[in-house]
């Protein structure tokens, strides 16, 4: 690699922590919720009291609720893995392509 692209890695990673930290950084007081509970409160306040069908399965297992991080890790490991299996299914019809390309 290099010494250019070396820079550009760096600005790059450096650009991402800014885009990460800057929020947290300037919304002290904000408070973040997820559509969920969003969701419920728009519920409540057009139709009066909400009471959910179901609880979710880890927090009847556990027999507390989900702290909110914990939530979010498993939201991304669950796109992440959506994410590969999308790559993978993509790259396999790229390799096909190449495959009936190279047979004929």
Excluded at 2 to 30: E, G, R
Excluded at 36 to 54: K, L, N, Q, R, T
Excluded at 60 to 67: A, H, S, Y
Aim: proline share 4%.
């Amino acid at each position: 690699m290099s010494k250019k692209n070396k820079m550009i890695v760096a600005a790059l990673l450096i650009a991402c922590v800014f885009i990460a930290v800057i929020p947290f950084l300037t919304l002290k007081d904000a408070e973040f919720g997820g559509s969920d509970d969003a969701g419920s409160v728009m519920v409540e306040e057009i139709h009066g009291e909400y009471e959910p069908w179901f609880t979710p399965i880890l927090e009847d297992f556990l027999g507390k609720e989900i702290p909110g991080e914990i939530e979010s890790l498993l939201f991304c490991v669950q796109t992440g893995i959506g994410v590969g299996v999308i790559a993978f299914i993509m790259g396999r019809f790229v390799e096909r392509k190449k495959w009936q390309n190279d047979s004929h």
